[in-house]
């Protein structure tokens, strides 16, 4: 994925106090909107767990992400950005 989609989901998911869904190549995590998400050059960085737990993802490893709004307001399935490898 390119760093200008991942700094946009990450926004929205900032803006709207959401949870992001992080799917890359080894795990899938979800980050609650009170962590500190940090968009660099290469790799994105999370401080989780008030900032015992910090978690660096590459860019080339993310796959997809998404924005989970508030359940109880929203059914169905979660519907996020996905990255087409080539």
Do not use: C
Request: no cysteine; aromatic share 8%.
């Amino acid at each position: 994925m390119d760093r200008e989609t991942i700094k946009r989901i990450v926004d929205e998911a900032h803006n709207e106090e959401a949870n992001l869904v992080i799917w890359d190549k080894r795990d899938t995590f979800t980050v609650e909107p009170k962590a500190e998400i940090s968009v660099e050059d290469d790799y994105l960085k999370v401080k989780m767990e008030d900032g015992k737990a910090t978690v660096y993802v590459e860019y080339d490893s993310i796959y997809k992400l998404v924005v989970e709004k508030d359940r109880t307001t929203h059914s169905g399935t979660r519907a996020g950005f996905g990255a087409a490898t080539r």
